[in-house]
């Protein structure tokens, strides 16, 4: 059954039509408890626990029909999302300008939906009172469990409570929110055994406010979550290093039981980059980002980062997409391509 549901988006409401499984949580997050800011850390690579570089080797054989998923990835594509998400000035989350930039987000999925269902407004209250929208993709209900891809898609200057300095936020997050666009279309069309559910989050740089919100609902719905894979500063090439890349996974965070299942798939991404790209791997657990409050309810979780947080840009104005390489963006798109149908597996022709 299908019900509209009209959320209010800056002023206007966007009309979008709904599935029941939605409206239900419309109640779900009204009446749930106040929605407290996550205590968040500067990501600094220092700072990371369980660090460790990854020894695995590429494959003898590799799957074909992965390589030619390859083709899809359009690196002016998501280079021009990410000048669009710039463009905003601020996606800070108090900012007038995010109801703009999630109504974006709503039509850029809606590109490629193939039913008019597939994309959803989830509208949560931040701790001053805004109602925002965290914005999710699913073309697919049908699969019995699903992964889910996440982003967030706000940002912030030099403090997290100042909505009117420029943070034109490029790899923090247009980046993740770029590779979430991409993913989405890369997927269309494609018959996995698991279902994807993307998610582009808001008011993660004010404590997780929408990952925790989701979360919860997620928990209280038993949401049948086989993995979460978190992506938040993708697109930064250190001049230093510029092929490595992070491979976060949980390990001993609040759900123990969770940690050996995350630390298989975070092996199995390390061999889809060990397969498919020349990028370096590196391992350390998961911290300060949007995949914790799906850990805290015992979901397994990793991330992929590149280290931005060591950068002078971070959270600030020169956070711009002069700081994202196109040439990283397409190696990060081939991994997470990789990834998701290794763990999705492909159905049969």
């Avoid at 999710?136 to 996440?150: E, G, M, Y």
């Avoid at 390990?251 to 060990?274: E, I, T, Y």
Wanted: one cysteine or more; charged letters at 20%; a negative charge.
């Amino acid at each position: 059954m299908v019900i509209p549901v009209v959320v209010p988006m800056n002023r206007r409401d966007l009309l979008l039509s709904a599935p029941a499984f939605v409206a239900a949580l419309l109640p779900a997050l009204a009446s749930s408890k106040e929605i407290r800011p996550y205590p968040l850390q500067h990501k600094r690579s220092e700072d990371a626990k369980g660090r460790y570089m990854s020894q695995l080797n590429k494959s003898k054989t590799l799957d074909q029909r992965i390589v030619q998923m390859f083709a899809r990835i359009d690196s002016t594509r998501m280079m021009g999302n990410i000048q669009t998400l710039q463009n905003f000035g601020t996606r800070h989350s108090l900012a007038p300008s995010i109801g703009q930039a999630s109504a974006w987000l709503a039509r850029k999925f809606g590109e490629y939906a193939d039913s008019q269902d597939a994309v959803k407004m989830q509208p949560f209250q931040m701790p001053q009172g805004a109602v925002l929208n965290n914005v999710l993709f699913n073309s697919d209900t049908a699969k019995p469990s699903f992964i889910l891809v996440c982003a967030h898609y706000d940002s912030r200057a030099h403090l997290p409570e100042r909505f009117d300095q420029p943070a034109p936020g490029a790899d923090d997050n247009g980046s993740g929110v770029a590779m979430l666009l991409e993913l989405a279309s890369i997927l269309r069309g494609v018959s996995l055994k698991r279902g994807v559910l993307l998610a582009a989050f808001c008011g993660e740089e004010q404590g997780l406010i929408g990952s925790q919100a989701c979360a919860e609902v997620a928990a209280k719905e038993n949401w049948p979550i086989d993995l979460v894979i978190n992506l938040d500063m993708i697109g930064f090439a250190s001049p230093s290093n510029p092929l490595s890349i992070v491979v976060e996974f949980d390990q001993g965070n609040a759900h123990p039981r969770n940690d050996a299942s995350a630390k298989s798939f975070a092996l199995r991404v390390a061999q889809m980059a060990a397969d498919y790209t020349e990028l370096t791997v590196e391992h350390t657990n998961i911290w300060s980002s949007d995949y914790m409050p799906f850990e805290a309810v015992g979901f397994p979780c990793v991330g992929l980062y590149d280290k931005g947080g060591d950068e002078a840009f971070y959270h600030t104005s020169k956070d711009t997409i002069e700081n994202v390489n196109k040439g990283r963006m397409v190696a990060v798109a081939k991994l997470l391509t990789a990834s998701v149908i290794s763990i999705c597996e492909l159905t049969e022709a």
